[in-house]
């Protein structure tokens, strides 16, 4: 009888120990993820703010010219 409750208490345990381990492992998981997530999103961001700054290149090229020329005008550089 002994025998048998201590063979039931063995396995009880090692059940436990493999959910805690799989829970674990479970996590660790998740925050991999998260941060594969937060990486391509950052990427898709960056390509545009690239694409954005290749298509607009010519006004924006304007634009900081004309800034550059009013700030010299404004300090007789």
């Known amino acids: 009888m002994l025998e048998r409750i ?3 208490i063995m396995k009880l345990y090692l059940r436990q120990e493999n959910f805690t381990h799989e ?3 479970t996590i660790k998981n ?5 941060a594969v997530e937060y990486a391509l999103v950052i990427a898709v961001i960056v390509t545009m703010v690239v694409a ?3 298509v607009m290149r010519e006004p924006l090229e304007a634009f900081f010219k004309a800034i550059i020329a009013k700030v010299r005008e404004i300090f007789g550089i």
Do not use: E, I
């Open 52 to 54: 954005a700054a290749a």
């Open 30 to 34: 998740q925050r991999g993820a998260g």
């Open 6 to 8: 201590n063979t039931w």
């Open 23 to 25: 829970l674990k492992q």
